[in-house]
């Protein structure tokens, strides 16, 4: 499923050719900033939002709705948010969704009906030093959660913003943060996302701002609070691009792990000199089953501009990563247009990925800002009609 702007899209991808069809989309009231699923009662939690990286907007909320094998429809109504929100996690344990956000709120937590429809906001809140949230993620225990916060980069008169990985408990009531993650107190450390490894004791942190991937140790107590290895997620040339490093992505199998790099057009420009400049790729690793330390494995192209987004197929079979947007750049005196994309990769067993298909998306000014693989089982929610 991918969002351009308001609109929804559910495509069905051949396995084999890597082309991508359109089956169904749904309008929502706003823009789609981030989505989860939850595979057992069908359900997709949209994050909506009128605002957009660097305009806060007015008009935020949460929208359930139900993927149905034939129609994609709302259950219940919107439930407004306090900011513009920019990650949903879903606890399926716990049933409560926790949203986090790029304003003054950081976190919110909202509980879950028995039937999946989202009810009322139930604690909110994160440390005054969090810049900046990007994600809240799930410990492999079901205990407690990690609230990743990226910081920002010094920018005119405004210095730079420190970041930092926030462990915290939620007791169903009240939100308890631990002792914050970070090197040099957040400066120079810029987390955008992480993920933990199948076996729950290794969790691996993308450094978006400084175009790193660390790796720690997870036990009992938490996080480890130094990394065990650090090491780029890049090895393209350097470049006077913006370069940021973005989502990661374990493959089902535990054994690999995929990282994005993204660049895009000159800060104040509409065009890129030379497409050659800077990484639009996704780098694969593999992981040590024994001490959990990736090693890289290879740099992979995506043949699009900006890959906001990666996912992997439940099967492990196929990877997609999605260019949020439409670029230019000037050759021989001519401005060529770059489309927005949805491009398909076959994930070999050496954890090699290798392109199938690029598709071009039609966003008009819009962008295409989310995607995910889905995948459910088809006895649950079974109370929705189709």
Known sequence: MASIGKLLIR???????GSIECEDTLSLPEPIQYACFDPDSHILYTACSDGEPGCCGSRHMLIALHVGLNRIHQIGQPVSLPGRPIHICHDAIKRILLVSYDGTVKLSIHSLAKNGTIQGMIAKGGPAECNYPHQAAIAPDGAGYVLVCRGSDPAGEKAEQPGGLFPFKFDGHKIQYGSKISSNDGYGFGPRNIVFGKAGDHAYAVLERQNLLLSYKVNVGGISAAPLKTQPTTFWPATNLPQIAGAVRLHPSGKFLYVANRTHRTRGGDAITDIS???????????DPITGIPTFLKEQETGGIHPRTISISDDGQLLVAAHVRKAFFQHGGSCIEIPASIAVFRVHENGHIAPIKITHVDIGRDLLFWSSFIGWNRQAGSNHND
């Not at 495509?11 to 050719?17: M, N, Q």
């Not at 400049?277 to 992981?287: F, V």
Request: charged letters at 10%; glycine letters at 6%.
């Open 11 to 17: 495509y069905r991808i051949a396995a084999r050719s």
């Open 277 to 287: 400049s800077g990484a639009n790729t996704i780098s694969a690793y593999s992981l």
